[in-house]
């Protein structure tokens, strides 16, 4: 389908720039932690964005879904409040079909598969939580743990 959400990697340099900027941005120290910073990508207001996918953990099993937080099943959840704006250059298509790991192809096969049919609830949200950013600052529970977009933007322009 045309409107597919694909999962993408973003290059680490980008994440570690952004990342002294905002506190919500997970680096990871590649030496350490060969795991791929990968999540989904959609357009808000004319600019990509770009979602991390979170490991699902056992604390996810406790944690309702909301407005920032989609759990796709039991696979992982997706952080709307940690979204960034990415340039074209910074991101990497993933071909899943190619990874080596069997296991980890079949997990990413069904994260894919889950992630379109949540698609449009997941742009949505996305832009939910963007105006809400945008409106509201810091003054409530889901502004205070959400990326500075208005920052972010003008740092990914300038990059």
Partial sequence: MKDNIRIYKVKSEYIKYLSMYQKHI???DAEKDNRKYIGVVFEIKGMKYFAPLSSYKD???KMKESVDIIKIKDYAVINLNN???VPAS???DIDINKEKDSSYRYLLQA???EINKQRNRI???AEIVYSHKKHNGITTPLSS???DFELLEKLCKEY
């Fill in 26 to 28: 997970f680096t990871q």
């Fill in 59 to 61: 604390k996810h099993k």
């Fill in 83 to 85: 979204m960034i704006p």
């Fill in 90 to 92: 910074q991101v990497m």
């Fill in 111 to 113: 994260e894919s598969r």
């Fill in 123 to 125: 742009k949505k949200n």
């Fill in 145 to 147: 743990r959400t990326n």
